[in-house]
């Protein structure tokens, strides 16, 4: 069974992290890159394209700042080649580098991510922001993980956050939410706090955890302010 690659290329990339992404893939039989720069689309829309043009019987989605282990891809040769394989998807842990180090609680780790799939079996990826794959079939769990090296600065950060925030506060405002007020900003805060810090147990991870689950938090408040700024200038018009 062959199984091909997919990866999203953006214009904002780590050359570093870039090769190391492709080196650890290079054992694929096919390698498909999807240009993102200064095309028109979503996530989803630029996956599924990835799903259209790989010519593998399996497919797996890699992003350009993720690395495949050495004990990743013998799980995943062992099962594409295994023809009692009762699965069609699966999904696969990720460990999260985060300023230099690997961070195993606040929700890191195992990070599950549906990533490995039976191309005949898939039908698409949906969704503007956190997009989700659709597929027929029974879905497996994989025991080694993807590398995932989110080493941004606190700049970086904060302009992701800035970006990802306008899309998030659409899609809350698409989807009529409730008037943002004192309160529902209270509660939001309070509920990314204490699922961070207390569910997740992010200070586990020591200084670095914590400083990175009141960024997350900010991040939800964000969020939320955004769609209060989309609602407030809809009640002006």
């Known amino acids: 069974m062959k199984i091909s690659v997919i990866i999203l290329v953006g214009e904002k990339i780590n050359d570093g992290l870039f090769k190391k992404c492709l080196n650890s893939v290079s054992w694929a039989d096919e390698i498909v890159r999807v240009e993102t720069k200064n095309q028109q689309g979503s996530f989803s829309e630029w996956r599924n394209l990835g799903h259209k043009k790989a010519i ?10 993720e690395e495949v282990t050495t004990s990743l891809q013998k799980e995943i040769n062992n099962i594409i080649n295994n023809p ?6 699966f999904k696969i842990p990720r460990k999260n580098i985060i300023f230099g180090k690997e961070f195993k609680y606040g929700g890191q780790y195992p990070d599950y991510q549906k990533r490995l799939f039976l191309k005949k079996n898939f039908k698409k990826w949906q969704g503007d922001l956190h997009e989700t794959p659709e597929f027929e079939g029974k879905l497996g769990k994989i025991d080694n993980s993807i590398i995932h090296h989110k080493d941004l600065t606190i700049s970086e950060m904060l302009d992701k956050t800035n970006n990802w925030s306008e899309i998030e506060g659409q899609l809350m405002f698409s989807a009529n939410h409730p008037k943002m007020n004192i309160f529902r900003f209270f509660s939001a805060g309070c509920r990314e706090f204490y699922l961070r810090f207390f569910k997740q147990r992010a200070f586990m991870d020591g200084s670095l955890g914590v400083i990175y689950a009141f960024y997350q938090v900010y991040s939800r408040l964000i969020s939320y302010s955004k769609l209060w700024e989309k609602q407030q200038f809809s009640t002006r018009i």
């Open 56 to 65: 593998g019987d399996w497919i797996l989605y890699i992003d350009t700042d």
């Open 84 to 89: 009692k394989i009762m699965f069609t998807g």
